[in-house]
């Protein structure tokens, strides 16, 4: 179980009440319900070793997808979604109850008041929450503390690949504890050594795309935070050397050829950026995120957090936190006092 805290009215950090944890288990349906509506125990079985543990990840998922599992034809993939149908209300909805449900959210603590101000109360729930910047501006200090408010459990990718199928696997764990943090650090490191050149970039974008999607499922399907960083790239810096010219006569007419030596690494980029740090991942990343901050280095070893982008969130920036030079076991007591 991952417990989260949240602000009672005096501005103070407190932990769920436990009835509410209890009532927000229920916001999804167990797979092994279809058993239920006639469903074959042996074809759920074979959806969940697919990774899929709930009615709503089922729903979630393309009838194309669905006959790709192994034992799935198209006759039982449309007897299947059919029955989920029937235990899930999966139309629309009036305002008034999508407010209702909106109040499920809850806001992780990020161990700073003013970073937790700027964001509304914490990292919350429902959504993905990225966080880009250069080395050091302290996007991995930041899941650390994440970390610390609440229990974890870890594990090591090492391709794109390996990262995937660990996304997979966590359909599991979440059926069967209320966890409400998801933790990626970094959502695009492995992208960018697995897949090199422009030749590859169709194909790292789209599988880049397929892991987002996959993030974005998990925070609706078990009202989870995912938490991922970033890294920054350099945009459409040009700079424009100009060497002694070779003239090109046709028909009366001179072209004058100016040496350019380009750095791009974000074709979109303008040429006269004051600041060309921007996120990795280009649009593709940039949608599937909903609440982008962007971390800088502040004076000394404070840390600036500032809301890059946010559908819920005014424009702003605050001093969020210090960063620590110590060793692991001490980082984590220091860190937690700053959530107690």
Known sequence: MAPSKQYDEGGQLQLMDADRIE?????????????????????????????????????????????????????????????????LSQGFMTGSDLLIKRKSVVRITTGSQALDELLGGGIETLCITEAFGEFRSGKT????????????????????????????????KMAEEPFRLLIVDSVIALFRVDFSGRGELAERQQKLAQMLSRLTKIAEEFNVAVYITNQGVLSGLILSIPRKSNAIAHKGFQITCDLLVSVIADPGGGMFITDPKKPAGGHVLAHAATIRLMLRKGKGEQRVCKIFDAPNLPEGEAISFCIIYTCLPKLIVQLVTLVQ
């Open 23 to 87: 009532e927000e288990e229920e916001c999804f349906e167990s797979i092994d319900k279809l058993i239920s509506q006639g469903i074959n125990s042996g074809d759920v079985k074979k959806l969940q070793d697919a990774g899929i543990y709930t009615c709503n990840g089922l729903m979630m998922h393309t009838k194309k997808s669905l006959t790709g599992i192994k034992g799935l034809s198209e006759a039982k993939v449309d007897k299947i979604c059919e029955a989920a149908e029937k235990l």
């Open 141 to 172: 200090q930041l899941a650390h503390t994440l970390c610390v408010s609440t229990q974890i459990i870890y594990a090591r990718a090492y391709t794109y690949e390996h990262q995937y199928n660990l996304l997979l696997g966590l359909a599991a």
